[in-house]
C-alpha cells in the first residue's frame, strides 16, 4: 500500500507565500508524475500543478493559468517527495491543497495506479 502525505498548509496574509510538501511512501517501485491539484468551497477540483520525470531539479512541468509566474512545483525523486512553493498568494487561492502522484508499486506492477494524498487546508486572508 502507498500513502501520500501532504504538509505545509496554513494561514497567510495576501502577498504572502507557503511551501508545501507531499511525501509518498510504502512498496514504491517508481513514481512518473506527481501533482498538486485544489479544491474551493463549491468549485470542483482542479489541477495546479504537475511535474513528470527528472531528479532534483529537472521534469517536465505544467500550470494552471492561474498560478503561472507565482507557484514553482520541484521534486526530490530520490525522498519520493513533491513540493510546491506558493508566492504572491491571494484570497482565491484559499482552498484543500491535494498532491496525487502515479505509482508503481509492489502490487500494482507493471501497471501504475494513482494515489491521493488526504489534502491540506491553505487559508489566505487578512
Known amino acids: 500500500q502507498v500513502q501520500l502525505v501532504e504538509s505545509g498548509g496554513g494561514l497567510v496574509q495576501p502577498g504572502g507565500s507557503l511551501r508545501l510538501s507531499c511525501a509518498a511512501s510504502g512498496r514504491i517501485l517508481s513514481i512518473s508524475t506527481m501533482g498538486w491539484y485544489r479544491q474551493a468551497p463549491g468549485k470542483e477540483r482542479e489541477l495546479v500543478a504537475s511535474?513528470?520525470?527528472?531528479?532534483?531539479?529537472?521534469?517536465?512541468?505544467k500550470y494552471a493559468d492561474s498560478v503561472k509566474g507565482r507557484f514553482t512545483i520541484s521534486r526530490d525523486s530520490a525522498k519520493h517527495t513533491v513540493y510546491l512553493q506558493m508566492n504572491s498568494l491571494k484570497p482565491e487561492d484559499t482552498a484543500v491543497y491535494y498532491c496525487?502522484?502515479?505509482?508503481?508499486?509492489?502490487?500494482?506492477?507493471?501497471?501504475?495506479?494513482?494515489?491521493w494524498g488526504q489534502g491540506t487546508q491553505v487559508t489566505v486572508s487578512s
Open positions: 511535474i513528470t520525470g527528472g531528479g532534483t531539479g529537472g521534469g517536465s512541468t
Open positions: 496525487n502522484g502515479d505509482v508503481i508499486d509492489g502490487s500494482s506492477w507493471p501497471s501504475s495506479r494513482v494515489y
